[in-house]
């Protein structure tokens, strides 16, 4: 799709995509994105902040009305779509992790998405699931007074499970999934509130979460699939290769490898910068990581996001650890569930890596392409979601054999 607004940045255009796109399963309103958006100069990062918190502050308000005369239905629309909004907001501020805008933004989102899911018939569980010292936040998502087959799902590399309920859990919920969606380390909820960072070897964060779904009497232990989004399209795949007890797995998008992603904008072969990025001292990369932060808004951002998600304390620092995050040497191999592969034609981050994790599965696969032509071209199908999870959750009742 062709960028409507924001013609000359990708990532303002891609995030604004985004947000339209959840008006389908309520988390915004076409008018309300377009005008927010009409008023944001390309690249400046304040007034996104700025022009976003007031239309989420604005909606925000006219929840409160409504829930305070009584109007539930009316309350709890704006209270998701008021979330979202406040999630955009922060969205680009990660450079400054001191900057308080930060936290006000993301803790207003979750109010009101937690309001929100009050309101639900039946209400969205707020849950916290056992991780090592600590726990992680999630939702739980009733479809049924029974046990009933059961996703598991967490979002990327930049996205809350708040998020979640409008890329996938409200459209699986519909289709009588249960639902079980958390935020790992690295992910907005630990990041925010423990400084907790990413780690690679994601198994050891769905290990506890899948064990948190078994305690739950509503789990039928014999259909849980996991749904990664966006990085989660490595992680999902990773916990999968190594949890005997996942059914099903959606990559969407898939991921093979993360260090072709912080490495494509560097000059240099692979090998070359494996070798520079995990030195001790290299001032020549250091300044080619700044000079390409400074030449391109979409690289700026993604190292500054990934110093804030993985506590690093530098661009090359950060790039190094991603090193870590591939499913190369037999990893993608010992994936044994039917495994289900998602692929953006015009995928702004992740092009050629869905079909290069999909000709290493060994297990039973599909890969599924989505083009541009149908409006559904864009990273993790952003602006096509009924269509994209119509496909996607017939596929995994076909699987389950829930005709």
């Known amino acids: 799709m062709r960028p409507l607004l924001f013609t000359e940045n990708e990532s303002f255009w891609f995030e604004t995509l985004r947000s339209f796109g959840h008006a389908a399963y309520g988390g915004a309103d076409f008018g309300e994105v377009a005008t927010t958006a009409q008023q944001i100069t390309a690249g400046d990062y304040d007034g996104w902040h700025d022009q976003w918190l007031s239309t989420a502050d604005r909606v925000a308000t006219g929840a409160d009305k409504a829930a305070a005369a009584g109007h539930r239905v009316s309350a709890r629309e704006a209270f998701l779509r008021a979330s979202n909004y406040y999630r955009s907001a922060e969205f680009f501020l990660h450079g400054h992790p001191g900057d308080p805008r930060i936290a006000h933004a993301y803790e207003r989102s979750v109010t009101c998405f937690r309001i929100a899911a009050g309101l639900m018939t039946p209400p969205i569980e707020p849950v916290?699931?056992?991780?090592?010292?600590?726990?992680?936040?999630?939702?739980?998502?009733?479809?049924?007074?029974?046990?009933?087959?059961?996703?598991?799902m967490c979002n990327?590399?930049?996205?809350?499970?708040?998020?979640?309920?409008?890329?996938?859990?409200?459209?699986?919920?519909?289709?009588?999934?249960?639902?079980?969606?958390?935020?790992?380390?690295?992910?907005?909820?630990?990041?925010?509130?423990?400084?907790?960072?990413?780690?690679p070897d994601w198994e050891?964060?769905?290990?506890?979460?899948?064990?948190?779904?078994?305690?739950?009497?509503?789990?039928?232990?014999?259909?849980?699939?996991l749904l990664g989004l966006s990085m989660g399209g490595y992680l999902m795949p990773r916990a999968a290769a190594f949890e005997s007890r996942v059914n099903a797995l959606i990559a969407m998008d898939g991921v093979y490898d993360l260090g072709d992603w912080v490495t494509a904008a560097l000059p240099g072969s692979r090998d070359s910068l494996d070798r520079r990025l995990r030195a001790t001292v290299d001032e020549d990369l250091d300044r080619a990581l700044a000079a390409a932060m400074a030449a391109d808004p979409a690289v700026r951002w993604l190292m500054e996001q990934g110093m804030w998600n993985c506590n690093a304390p530098s661009p090359r620092a950060f790039c190094a650890g991603f090193l870590e995050y591939h499913l190369r040497d037999g990893i993608a191999e010992q994936i044994a569930c039917p495994t289900l592969v998602c692929s953006a034609e015009d995928d702004l981050f992740f092009r050629g890596q869905p079909e290069r994790l999909f000709e290493h599965l060994t297990c039973k696969k599909t890969l599924m392409p989505f083009?541009?032509?149908e409006g559904a071209g864009a990273h993790c199908q952003s602006g096509a979601q009924r269509l994209a999870f119509a496909r996607i959750y017939d596929w995994l009742d076909e699987v389950f054999g829930r005709r």
Do not use: K, N
């Open 128 to 152: 916290a699931i056992r991780y090592e010292s600590t726990t992680l936040p999630g939702y739980f998502y009733r479809a049924a007074d029974e046990p009933r087959p059961t996703i598991v």
């Open 156 to 199: 990327g590399f930049d996205g809350t499970v708040e998020e979640m309920h409008f890329y996938g859990a409200a459209a699986a919920v519909e289709r009588g999934y249960h639902v079980l969606s958390f935020d790992g380390p690295g992910q907005p909820g630990p990041r925010h509130r423990e400084d907790l960072g990413f780690r």
């Open 204 to 225: 050891h964060v769905v290990g506890p979460v899948v064990d948190y779904a078994f305690s739950r009497p509503e789990v039928d232990r014999d259909h849980v699939a």
């Open 371 to 373: 083009t541009t032509a």
